[in-house]
């Protein structure tokens, strides 16, 4: 099986933010098991959003035990200032909210100079049209379907329009462009999200409060 965007073989990342801290070598080393394609790593600042998560010596443990790639979601003001440590400490794909980056095209390069994949994140409020003059720049897109700083919230039904109007984007600047989707997801819209031609989810909840995280991994992947 392959990541290649063009065979549209749809990835799943579940969030480590649901993971059980007490026990996140055991929590990742059963990502490693599943079918799980990429690990989402939600770093907040209590600054961008109204929590804190958590920081390096996280996703470096993280980093130690997984043998799948880092998707590194970072919720926080100012992420020129971290870029080079995330990439330290093993992002292997880092991901910038539009709302938190003033100079964007600048942040995107430091990421692929860093040899990262390069993700843009945009918030409910956010049209995608806003991505115009840099979806042609960008690896991925990432759609919030929650108000991101939480997990477990409902999901938002307005991100099947966005997914549609970014599809338009991407066929006309950059087939290649990954969607990733984050936030309420779970096995009642997941085939309903890739269908509408997401690539990537994201899951927190829906995986880790399942009775087996692997096999709802599983389900979402197969939705
Ligand atoms: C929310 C985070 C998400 C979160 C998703 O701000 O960006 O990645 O972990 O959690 P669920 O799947 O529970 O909505
Ligand atoms: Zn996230």
Redesign the pocket.
Same mark, same amino acid.
């Given at each position: 099986m392959t990541n290649d965007p063009m065979t549209n073989v749809p990835l799943i !990342?579940p969030?480590? /933010?649901?993971a059980d801290f007490g026990n996140l070598q055991r929590d990742i080393e059963m990502l490693n098991q599943s079918e799980a394609d990429w690990i989402?790593v939600?770093i907040?600042d209590g600054l961008f %959003?109204p929590?804190i998560s958590f920081g390096f010596p996280v996703a470096e443990v993280a980093y130690k035990h997984a043998v799948k790639p880092l998707d590194v979601?970072l919720?926080i003001v100012e992420p020129d200032r971290y870029l080079k440590r995330f990439a330290e400490a093993g992002a292997a794909g880092m991901t910038v909210q539009l709302e938190a980056c003033p100079n964007l095209h600048r942040t995107i390069q430091v990421i692929k100079e860093l040899g990262c994949r390069a993700g843009v !994140?945009i918030n409910p409020h956010s049209p995608v049209t806003l991505l115009e003059d840099i979806v042609g720049d960008l690896d991925l897109v /990432?759609i919030?379907?929650?108000?991101?700083?939480?997990?477990?919230?409902r999901?938002i039904e307005n991100t099947y329009k966005k997914i549609a109007d970014l599809k338009k984007l991407t066929e006309k600047y950059n087939p290649g462009l990954l969607i990733e989707v984050?936030?309420? %997801?779970?096995q009642t819209n997941a085939g309903k999200l890739f269908s509408a031609g997401a690539n990537v989810l994201?899951?927190?909840?829906? %995986?880790?409060?399942a009775a087996s995280p692997s096999a709802m991994i599983s389900t979402l992947k197969h939705a």
């Open positions: !990342a969030s480590i /933010l649901s989402h939600d907040m %959003v929590n979601h919720m !994140a /990432l919030m379907s929650v108000n991101p700083g939480f997990g477990g919230q999901f984050d936030g309420g %997801v779970d994201v899951a927190g909840s829906s %995986v880790f409060s």
